[in-house]
T-cell receptor
Framework: AQKITQTQPGMFVQEKEAVTLDCTYD???????LFWYKQPSSGEMIFLIY??????QNATEGRYSLNFQKARKSANLVISASQLGDSAMYFCAMRGYSGGSNYKLTFGKGTLLTVNP | SAVISQKPSRDICQRGTSLTIQCQVDSQVTMMFWYRQQPGQSLTLIAT?????????ESGFVIDKFPISRPNLTFSTLTVSNMSPEDSSIYLC???????????FGQGTRLTVV
């Protein structure tokens, strides 16, 4: 079974500052992937960044980086230089690659980020 | 990347009726997934739809309530049957792209049952 834990229901950050959104996970799959999504109030799910369990380096995509600590089973999202448009719900998700996991995504409860001007 | 068109984007339905949600992908994909997001909650997988076989439902979801069709590799429908106000949610379809790093979502269907 897979489990994603996001312990921060809400976070506030000042515009132009960096913010870290926490995510811890648990899985029995030897191979897995970790995703971060942004969900604005419109409801769409916007893919931000991906980290594979065997990737040696932390993933980066523009202002987004993933602080992957495999031994601690954490995959925190770092957003640098926050913008007002970053205000949204952020979900951490996991996909297992064994047959039993069936490639489905398991989501955390999400963190609501508010960027203040 | 895959582009997913989901229809309708939103609807308000009477209790006891059914709504069919369509999901169209611009490329052929093996797996399509249907998720439900209840108000203020996270996403929960309803079922996995593979072309040419019966959908696989997650615990707590049954085919009579959420029948799924997958007639080809680019299209799927989810029907929410005999709706009650508790079915008010956002329903999203998702596909796994060609690489394991990909997981794309449609725009979602915001359903309100009155």
């Amino acid at each position: 079974a897979q489990k994603i834990t996001q312990t921060q229901p809400g976070m506030f950050v000042q515009e132009k500052e960096a913010v870290t959104l926490d995510c811890t996970y648990d899985t029995s799959d030897p191979s897995y992937g970790l995703f971060w999504y942004k969900q604005p109030s419109s409801g769409e799910m916007i893919f931000l960044i991906y980290q594979g369990s065997y990737d040696q380096q932390n993933a980066t995509e523009g202002r987004y980086s993933l602080n992957f600590q495999k031994a601690r089973k954490s995959a925190n999202l770092v957003i640098s230089a926050s913008q007002l448009g970053d205000s949204a719900m952020y979900f951490c998700a996991m996909r297992g690659y064994s047959g039993g996991s069936n490639y489905k995504l398991t989501f955390g409860k999400g963190t609501l980020l508010t960027v203040n001007p | 990347s895959a582009v997913i068109s989901q229809k309708p984007s939103r609807d308000i339905c009477q209790r006891g009726t059914s709504l069919t949600i369509q999901c169209q992908v611009d490329s052929q994909v093996t797996m399509m997934f249907w998720y439900r997001q209840q108000p203020g909650q996270s996403l929960t997988l309803i079922a996995t739809a593979n072309q040419g076989s019966e959908a696989t439902y997650e615990s707590g979801f049954v085919i009579d309530k959420f029948p799924i069709s997958r007639p080809n590799l680019t299209f799927s429908t989810l029907t929410v049957s005999n709706m009650s106000p508790e079915d008010s949610s956002i329903y999203l379809c998702s596909v796994r792209g060609g690489a394991n790093t990909e997981a794309f979502f449609g725009q979602g269907t915001r359903l309100t049952v009155v």
